[in-house]
């Protein structure tokens, strides 16, 4: 019998999605929060394209290394993970972030019991 999947949750979309994604490294800077000196790494550009709310809230650091070395980072971490980030995408489910950064890359600390949240920085 054969299954119907959608589209965004099919296998050609999220390999062709994975594939991609990190290139969008290079729209990515390194900076620290005025408010207490945090290291960062924030999107220098909204999903609607307008520049990010967050800048004034932080010193950026000029790092002409940073985008490739975010872009090498990230697809070391597809790579090595690919099947398991392709599975747990077509499943979906709640915690999705959290399940992938600490399930299945083994990279995060948080665990979906934990009260995990991103304190208003809906960017990061």
Known sequence: MLQMVEYRRSEVFLTELMENICDKMK?????????NGQLV?????????????????VDIIQDSDLNKSLQFYCEGILEENEESFVKRFSEGGENLDIKLCTEAAQLCNHTVEQDYEFEANDEL
């Open 27 to 35: 729209d990515f800077v390194r900076a620290r929060l005025k408010s």
């Open 41 to 57: 790494v924030i999107p220098l550009f909204s999903q609607a394209g307008q520049m990010n709310s967050m800048i004034s809230d």
